[in-house]
């Protein structure tokens, strides 16, 4: 399989000062140190995405997801921007949320849409794998299980199998996705903005829940410090490039389950590479949509999603949860 990219989580170190001599012989100085680069976190949104119905409409979905991904990288065109996330050769995993089954999983028309710029950015279709947790999770979402080795893959942990031996880190140890150690060497994320009844909200961290053979254990204390230290495990932070969170749909009360009546059409998307900030920034907006229906914050109902800050400590260092640190951009 091709290299695998760097960790993308990883923070630009401080600036080393120049050393300026003075004309009057004095000991040379250092500059002060420059301050850490912010991590960027894409909103594109479209009031218009659905149009007069309830479907999205695929054409103007695409155009939001190159507006959001030409945002985020600074490209003039899509193949551009896809192009920094994989290279020819290289297979890429969707890893998609489909728990909840139609209604607040993760949209065929935008995979369908990554699909289509992935093999226009020149990775083959054979070369694109899109995963969960279950096959039958992927097809109560919409999507058709596929095998053939010379097309598009869509498949669930249950058939592709886990790793045999324990990856470990601080409270977390798991059994590690095949999809993930084995056939992928790049992940896109594709989450989806959501509450959580237990952990608070469901986003890029929890997300890679879907890549060990036990996220029941990993529940209790609302999920902290459990969802921080299952993404510090490491064919999860080396192999996770981009997370790609489906906005098109949220919902801010009830989850993971569908929950109509607590669901609205945000009509977006959210583009980081830096799941802490992803996470805090979608938090950000769950919140306020339950305070507009009057609802208390996820704090008074003893959920608040902890484990983000978690995952900005110095024990983590996944991304930074420091609203002064987060460049929301949106588009």
């Known amino acids: 399989m091709g290299r695998v990219f760097p960790?993308?989580?990883?923070?630009?170190?401080?600036?080393?000062?120049?050393?300026?001599?003075?004309?009057?012989?004095?000991?040379?100085?250092?500059s002060a140190p420059a301050a850490p680069a912010k991590s960027r976190v894409v909103i594109a949104r479209d009031a218009d995405l659905r149009g007069a119905g309830a479907a999205l409409d695929s054409g103007r979905l695409l155009?939001?997801?190159?507006r959001s991904l030409q945002s985020y990288f600074a490209t003039d065109s899509p193949p551009e921007a896809w192009k920094r996330l994989a290279r020819p050769g290289e297979v890429v995993g969707l890893?998609?949320?489909?728990?909840a089954g139609r209604g607040i999983s993760t949209s065929l028309p935008l995979v369908e849409a990554v699909c289509e710029r992935l093999q226009q950015a020149g990775i083959p279709g054979r070369n694109i794998v899109i995963w969960d947790r279950l096959n039958s999770d992927l097809e109560s979402a919409g999507f058709r299980l596929a095998t053939s080795p010379d097309r598009i893959?869509?498949?669930?942990?249950?058939?592709?199998?886990y790793?045999?031996?324990?990856?470990?880190?601080?409270?977390?140890?798991?059994l590690m996705a095949r999809a993930l150690?084995?056939?992928?060497?790049?992940?896109?994320?594709l989450p989806v903005l959501k509450d959580h009844g237990i952990v608070g909200v469901t986003m890029a961290l929890k997300n890679m829940f879907g890549a060990i053979h036990n996220p029941n254990k990993y529940h209790v204390a609302v999920g902290n410090p459990y969802v921080a230290d299952v993404y510090m495990l490491p064919p999860i932070r080396q192999k996770v490039r981009l997370a790609i969170c489906d906005a098109t749909t949220a919902q801010y009360e009830g989850g993971p389950s569908y929950m109509p009546h607590w669901?609205?059409?945000?009509?977006?998307?959210?583009?980081?590479?830096?799941?802490?900030?992803?996470?805090?920034?979608?938090?950000?907006?769950?919140?306020?949509?339950?305070a507009e229906k009057g609802m208390k914050p996820l704090r008074a109902m003893q959920r608040e999603p902890a484990y983000i800050a978690t995952a900005a400590d110095a024990a983590h260092r996944l991304g930074t949860n420091d609203p002064a640190r987060i460049q929301v951009i949106e588009v």
């Open 181 to 189: 150690t084995e056939v992928c060497d790049a992940v896109i994320s």
């Open 7 to 30: 960790n993308r989580r990883r923070f630009l170190g401080l600036v080393a000062g120049s050393l300026l001599t003075h004309s009057t012989g004095r000991n040379a100085r250092a």
């Open 263 to 290: 669901t609205w059409p945000y009509n977006g998307l959210i583009v980081a590479r830096d799941p802490v900030a992803l996470d805090h920034t979608g938090w950000r907006i769950i919140e306020k949509k339950r």
């Open 153 to 161: 893959r869509c498949l669930g942990n249950d058939a592709l199998g």
């Open 163 to 174: 790793e045999t031996e324990l990856t470990a880190y601080g409270s977390a140890a798991s």
């Open 95 to 99: 890893k998609v949320n489909c728990l």
């Open 63 to 66: 155009k939001l997801l190159d």
